[in-house]
């Protein structure tokens, strides 16, 4: 071992050091905030059980607190001197050997670990990524071990087994969760924290730009394991938005550094609930789990099929099937080798019917005759009717897998409908849409196993473009309203089409979004135009740029006309085509131009040649600086190329190259004139990243262009820049300003993605450019999960107090 070696293992030594001592230092500040903690609890007025439950844990906790101490500090020292090792909460997957049956108790510990873990990440998300990242450094490791005591779960096991060993239980830890959530979430972050300060002071990457992530483990095969949840934090409010989950954008970055795909920090999320919902169902109804399916949003949506709005028709026509050419829209799911099916019962799908055309006569009622009922009160109706239907439906269901998908579907449908950042109104419009659901997730089991399922993704990207930062119905628009109520309605009107008429829908309501933002929305319309004229003309200017590097690659010219032909007179081209047109005089005098330069910069061996440069040259630079001036090139900038292109002109008259021919200048000057013909169609091919321009001259009125800011992005972060979807609602830090934004636009190879204001101020982002915001922070969704999946998980929650309501 070198001494470098010898002293980068000595600086990640006591770094550690430096994060155990905080923590122990801590212990006893929280043990005496919890007993505070308890106290209150019993000093509070409640119901007699209630009361008797905190004196239990009153009493429990002053017997325990103290060994419980005693035990964490103790745990805490052997893990630093020692390592974690394993423990009897730790993930059962480690031990394939044992193949009894896994006991409710350590389930229930794994959970309460895990939920500990996800809150403590949430908050030291950040100081975590940058100590792991200098960890690495230091110890030349990809990754932390994943028995590291530097990782939360590490600590939160250690958490859990002194409390369980001190003789408390889990009701005591319900009672105090939220304050050891929070306390022990503020003592591991003060322990990063240290931690970097101490490294920092050491010279250790004192700016740690780049964030490498986790490398996220296979899941585990068998469904009834007690695999660890993995990391998902709760939301974290940043600047009115929710930041990225920590657990979700470390695991993001798995596929850029383990090799695998890359996934984004909603998909890893989804991933996770999907798949502790199927643990849960394995459990409790095991003849609806499956094994979930393998995510395509990534890889490529389903290809919808060829049904149009004219197939579709908007109208409800009550439950019946489709006919002609409707019937087939979404191209047969079945004949490409999708999810199997099975039928319902006879007389669960007849309740079914029944419900659905009681929701939408009521609703109709309401419409019309009972136009005096608010939102408000609809939805209260609403969500009384449903419990009432609910168990209609479980009393005609014939086996408790109905039952379970019965309840299911009525537990992400509330959750849903108590989600207060969804305006009222279109909630009334979400309402309706849960028996449609529900009859696709009694024949299509894989609704509760697959995140990308046509239903839920429906109903994910509704949500996103009414879930801002506003609950006002006058910001989303008359349009967008009117699209979600016809959406409904046709998803009503064909009842008996499973994921296809959900499919269908889907891509009609993609397709009226990019529709909607160019042309019906008056905030963003605008702002939409000016970001085509953008890429049309950075599209433009770097086709010119390659073909005017096969043009002159066996030409002789000088370096810096080069460059100014390639980085300052390809764009010019490119202004002056798409104002004035590929063959109006004004362009063909920029075409002329750039032949002139050339001639002129090549070498003159004679005194007639070096006479003509010397007449052309002023109308030549006058003609330059009409072409840079339509550019949008300030003064300064068009004299600091004048001065670099009159020193390439002095070299040409002492260059001893051979000059270009009169037969290969008037060929050069014949392909500038006919250059359009041999441009690549606009949609064709990848632009190279190396050719991407600089967009800060493209500013205007209502358009800003993000030209500056972050570091190189990961692949991680391009993959989920490349995700985003329009009509998303994001918090954008820039330019001394904090407010919401919707993405409106991306160009046509997504590389150009603009995000408008509600005042309408246009924010034009490169991908690499996006990518950067999003890695440092100063992007964040709106949602850090999507609709469905934030409802699976409230689901999970209560089915966790009381999982027999499945099966009652």
């Known amino acids: 071992m070198t001494a470098a070696d010898a002293r980068s293992q000595a600086l990640a030594s006591q770094a550690r050091r430096v994060h155990t001592e905080v923590l122990l230092r801590g212990l006893p500040a929280m043990v005496a905030i919890l007993t505070t903690a308890v106290q209150d609890q019993l000093a509070q007025p409640a119901e007699h059980s209630l009361q008797m439950a905190r004196r239990d844990a009153f009493e429990a906790w002053q017997r325990s607190s103290t060994p419980w101490h005693a035990r964490l500090g103790k745990s805490l020292r052997h893990a630093y001197h020692h390592g974690a090792g394993d423990s009897r909460s730790a993930s059962l997957s480690s031990r394939p050997q044992n193949l009894t049956l896994v006991s409710d108790d350590t389930i229930e510990r794994e959970i309460i670990a895990s939920r500990l873990a996800l809150a403590m990440m949430d908050k030291a998300s950040w100081e975590f990524s940058d100590l792991r990242n200098r960890m690495q450094s230091l110890e030349r490791i990809d990754d932390l071990p994943q028995q590291d005591l530097l990782r939360a779960q590490v600590l939160a096991r250690l958490v859990l ?59 585990a095969g068998g469904m009834t394991q007690a695999a660890p949840l993995g ?94 050419q409707a019937s087939h829209a979404g191209g047969g799911v079945g004949q490409l080798g999708g999810p199997s099916t099975r039928a319902g019962s006879p007389r669960l799908n007849a309740a079914i019917n029944h419900a659905q055309e009681a929701v939408q006569r009521r609703a109709d009622k309401v419409a019309t005759v009972d136009q005096q009922l608010t939102a408000p009160q609809a939805l209260d109706e609403i969500r009384q009717r449903n419990q009432a239907l609910k168990q209609v439906l479980k009393n005609a269901a014939d086996t408790p897998a109905e039952r379970a998908t019965i309840e299911l579907v009525a537990l992400l449908f509330q959750a849903i409908l108590q989600e207060e950042r969804i305006p009222p109104a279109i909630r009334v419009w979400f309402a309706r849409l849960q028996m449609p659901v529900l009859r696709v997730a009694v024949s299509e089991p894989d609704f509760f ?134 063959q109006a005089e004004q362009t063909k005098a920029m075409k002329r131009a750039a032949a002139d330069l050339i001639w002129s910069a090549s070498a003159k061996v004679s005194r007639e040649d070096r006479a003509e440069v010397i007449r052309r040259l002023p109308p030549l630079l006058k003609t330059l600086r009409d072409g840079m001036g339509h550019a949008g090139l300030t003064h300064e ?54 050719l991407v321009r600089d967009l800060s001259s493209h ?53 150009l993605i603009l995000f408008v204001s509600p005042q309408g101020r246009g924010v034009l982002f490169q991908l690499s450019r996006l990518a950067a915001f999003l890695q440092a922070g100063l992007m964040l969704p709106a949602q850090d999960e999507s609709l469905t999946v934030k409802a699976t998980r409230n689901a999970l929650a209560k089915l966790e107090v009381d999982p027999t309501r499945l099966l009652a």
């Open 449 to 582: 196993a697959a995140d990308d399922h046509p239903a839920r993704r429906l109903i994910d990207r509704m949500g996103s473009c009414v879930m801002g930062f506003s609950t006002s119905t006058a910001e989303i628009g008359d349009a967008l309203e009117r699209e979600i109520k016809r959406v409904v309605q046709v998803v009503e009107a064909y009842p008996d089409t499973g994921r296809r008429v959900f499919q269908t829908v889907l891509t009609e309501f993609e397709k009226f979004l990019d529709h909607y933002f160019e042309q019906e929305n008056e905030v963003s319309k605008k702002g939409v135009s000016l970001a085509q004229q953008v890429e049309q003309r950075e599209t433009l200017a770097i086709q010119y740029t390659i073909e005017l590097r096969k043009m002159l690659s066996e030409v002789p010219v000088q370096d810096g006309v080069r460059d100014f032909l390639f980085q300052v007179w390809a764009d010019v081209l490119a202004v002056t085509g798409v104002r004035y047109g590929p």
């Open 231 to 324: 990391p998902a934090p709760g939301p974290a409010h940043v600047h009115g938005g929710i930041a990225p989950q920590a657990g979700q954008v470390a695991a993001a970055g798995a596929g850029a550094q383990g090799g695998g795909p890359v996934g984004t920090p909603a998909s890893q999320s989804a991933q996770q609930v999907m798949a502790q919902l199927q643990r849960v169902l394995a459990r409790h109804v095991p003849e609806l789990a499956q094994q979930p399916a393998a995510p395509t949003r990534s890889g490529g949506m389903p290809a919808a099929g060829p049904a149009t709005r004219s197939g579709l028709p908007a109208a409800p026509a009550g439950p019946g099937t489709m006919s002609g």
């Open 699 to 751: 500013e205007c009125e209502g358009l800003e262009v993000v030209a500056e800011g972050g570091a190189a992005p990961t692949t991680a972060m391009l993959a989920w820049a490349r995700e985003l979807q329009v009509g998303s609602w994001y918090m954008l830090d820039y330019r001394g300003r904090v407010e919401p934004v919707q993405l409106v636009w991306r160009g046509l190879r997504h590389h």
């Open 161 to 219: 087994d002194a409390w369980f060993e001190a003789g408390l239980t889990s009701s005591v830890w319900q009672m105090l969760q939220r304050w050891l959530h929070h306390e022990c979430s503020q003592l591991l972050n003060e322990a990063y924290h240290e931690a970097n300060h101490w490294l920092i002071q050491q010279g250790v990457m004192p700016e740690v730009d780049l964030r490498p992530f986790i490398r996220r483990n296979a899941p």
């Open 637 to 690: 900038r068009q004299d600091e190329h004048i001065r670099s292109l009159n020193n390439a002109l002095a070299a040409a008259f002492t260059a001893k190259t051979a000059a270009i021919p009169r037969e290969r200048l008037d060929d050069l000057m014949s392909q500038l004139e006919t250059l359009e013909a041999m441009l690549p169609s606009p949609d064709s091919g990848e632009i190279n990243e190396t």
